[in-house]
C-alpha cells in the first residue's frame, strides 16, 4: 500500500487519499467511491468557504489552493472503502494535529457526494428520506448541499433548509407547526395542513398572509380565512344621504354605490363629515341616523 502521487488526472475509481499541505505537511485522509469527484467536491468546498472540516478550511484560507495536493494512498473495492480508510487515519496520525486535519478518529464516510448512504433526513411534509449521493440529489431537488449536509453533521444552528431537517439538526423543535381551520374561498374548511410553507408554494398563496389569516392579524389572504380568525366587520350603513330629488336614501356600501352613480367617494364623505355642502346635487341629513333608529 504505497502512496501514489496523483496524475494530471485523478482516476474516477473507488480508494482511499489524502490531501496535504505542502507548506506544513499536514494531510486530510478521506476515502470515496469516485476520487475524482471527491477532490472536485472538496475544492468547490473550500473555495467558497463552506467545507465542513474547519481545520482544512483554514489552512486553505491562509495558504492558498496552489499550496495543496490530492495523492490516491491505495486503490480500493468499495465494499472495503472504510476499513481500508481506517487503517490509513491509524497509520498517519491524522487526527493528531501536529500532522492532520482529521477530526474523527474512526472513519465515517466515503464522502457525501457520491457514494454515501444518509439517513435521518425528513422532507418538508415531514416524511423520513433516505438519500444515496447526496450532492445528485440536491442538484436534482433544488436544494444546497452544503446546507444539507450541515444539516446532518448539526454543525450550525440550522433548524431547517427549504423545509427539510434533519435528526442532527442543532435547533430542535416539535418538526413544524401544524395549521387547523382554514377555510377555502369556496367555503371549505382545509386541514389539518402539515407545512404551511409548503402548501401556499403549490397554491400561489404568501406564507406570512396566511399565517397572519391564522393569527386573526387579517380578515383574508386570496379568498381564504380561518375559523378562529378576524371577521369582518358589518358593512356601515349611510343614512342620511339626501338624493337630488330630495329623498334620503340609506347606502350599505358607499364604495359600491359611488362609481354606479357616478359620484366621488371622497367627496361624499365630505358631505357627510359638514367639509362640503353638496356633491352633484347629493346633501347630508344630519339628523337622518337618529331618525332612521
Same mark, same amino acid.
Given at each position: 500500500?504505497?502512496?501514489?502521487?496523483?496524475?494530471?488526472?485523478?482516476?474516477?475509481?473507488?480508494?482511499?487519499?489524502?490531501?496535504?499541505?505542502?507548506?506544513?505537511?499536514?494531510?486530510?485522509?478521506?476515502?470515496?467511491?469516485?476520487?475524482?469527484?471527491?477532490?472536485?467536491?472538496?475544492?468547490?468546498?473550500?473555495?467558497?468557504?463552506? !467545507?465542513?472540516?474547519?481545520?482544512?478550511?483554514?489552512?486553505?484560507?491562509?495558504?492558498?489552493?496552489?499550496?495543496?495536493?490530492?495523492?490516491?494512498?491505495?486503490?480500493?473495492?468499495?465494499?472495503?472503502?472504510?476499513?481500508?480508510?481506517?487503517?490509513?487515519?491509524?497509520?498517519?496520525?491524522?487526527?493528531?494535529?501536529?500532522?492532520?486535519?482529521?477530526?474523527?478518529?474512526?472513519?465515517?464516510?466515503?464522502?457525501?457526494?457520491?457514494?454515501?448512504?444518509?439517513?435521518?433526513?425528513?422532507?418538508?411534509?415531514?416524511?423520513?428520506?433516505?438519500?444515496?449521493?447526496?450532492?445528485?440529489?440536491?442538484?436534482?431537488?433544488?436544494?444546497?448541499?452544503?446546507?444539507?449536509?450541515?444539516?446532518?453533521?448539526?454543525?450550525?444552528?440550522?433548524?431547517?433548509?427549504?423545509?427539510? =431537517?434533519?435528526?442532527?439538526?442543532?435547533?430542535?423543535?416539535?418538526?413544524?407547526?401544524?395549521?387547523?381551520?382554514?377555510?377555502?374561498?369556496?367555503?371549505?374548511?382545509?386541514?389539518?395542513?402539515?407545512?404551511?410553507?409548503?402548501?401556499?408554494?403549490?397554491?400561489?398563496?404568501?406564507?406570512?398572509?396566511? =399565517?397572519?389569516?391564522?393569527?386573526?392579524?387579517?380578515?383574508?389572504?386570496?379568498?381564504?380565512?380561518?375559523?378562529?380568525?378576524?371577521?369582518?366587520?358589518?358593512?356601515?350603513? !349611510?343614512?342620511?344621504?339626501?338624493?337630488?330629488?330630495?329623498?334620503?336614501?340609506?347606502?350599505?356600501?358607499?364604495?359600491?354605490?359611488?362609481?354606479?352613480?357616478?359620484?366621488?367617494?371622497? !367627496?361624499?364623505?365630505?358631505?357627510?363629515?359638514?367639509?362640503?355642502?353638496?356633491?352633484?346635487?347629493?346633501?347630508?341629513? !344630519?339628523?337622518?341616523?337618529?331618525?332612521?333608529?
Amino acid at each position: 500500500m504505497g502512496a501514489r502521487k496523483q496524475d494530471r488526472e485523478i482516476p474516477d475509481t473507488s480508494g482511499v487519499y489524502q490531501i496535504r499541505c505542502k507548506p506544513n505537511g499536514k494531510i486530510y485522509v478521506g476515502s470515496a467511491v469516485n476520487l475524482r469527484a471527491r477532490w472536485d467536491t472538496h475544492r468547490r468546498d473550500l473555495r467558497r468557504g463552506l !467545507h465542513h472540516n474547519p481545520y482544512l478550511q483554514n489552512a486553505w484560507d491562509r495558504y492558498r489552493e496552489s499550496a495543496f495536493e490530492f495523492l490516491v494512498l491505495e486503490y480500493v473495492d468499495v465494499a472495503c472503502l472504510l476499513h481500508a480508510e481506517q487503517v490509513w487515519i491509524d497509520r498517519t496520525g491524522c487526527i493528531n494535529r501536529p500532522f492532520g486535519y482529521n477530526i474523527k478518529p474512526e472513519a465515517t464516510c466515503a464522502g457525501f457526494g457520491v457514494g454515501r448512504t444518509w439517513l435521518g433526513f425528513r422532507d418538508p411534509s415531514g416524511n423520513p428520506v433516505t438519500i444515496v449521493n447526496l450532492s445528485d440529489f440536491c442538484r436534482r431537488n433544488s436544494l444546497n448541499a452544503s446546507a444539507m449536509h450541515s444539516l446532518s453533521k448539526g454543525k450550525r444552528k440550522l433548524k431547517s433548509h427549504k423545509g427539510w =431537517t434533519h435528526v442532527n439538526s442543532v435547533r430542535q423543535r416539535d418538526y413544524i407547526k401544524t395549521h387547523d381551520g382554514f377555510v377555502d374561498p369556496d367555503g371549505r374548511r382545509v386541514g389539518p395542513i402539515r407545512n404551511l410553507a409548503a402548501f401556499c408554494r403549490e397554491r400561489g398563496l404568501d406564507n406570512t398572509h396566511m =399565517t397572519a389569516v391564522a393569527n386573526g392579524r387579517i380578515v383574508s389572504h386570496q379568498g381564504w380565512t380561518h375559523v378562529g380568525g378576524k371577521r369582518r366587520l358589518p358593512p356601515l350603513v !349611510h343614512t342620511g344621504f339626501i338624493a337630488p330629488g330630495g329623498a334620503v336614501v340609506r347606502i350599505t356600501n358607499l364604495s359600491a354605490f359611488c362609481p354606479a352613480c357616478d359620484l366621488c367617494l371622497v !367627496h361624499m364623505f365630505e358631505l357627510k363629515g359638514g367639509r362640503r355642502p353638496n356633491h352633484k346635487g347629493w346633501t347630508w341629513k !344630519h339628523d337622518a341616523d337618529q331618525a332612521f333608529q
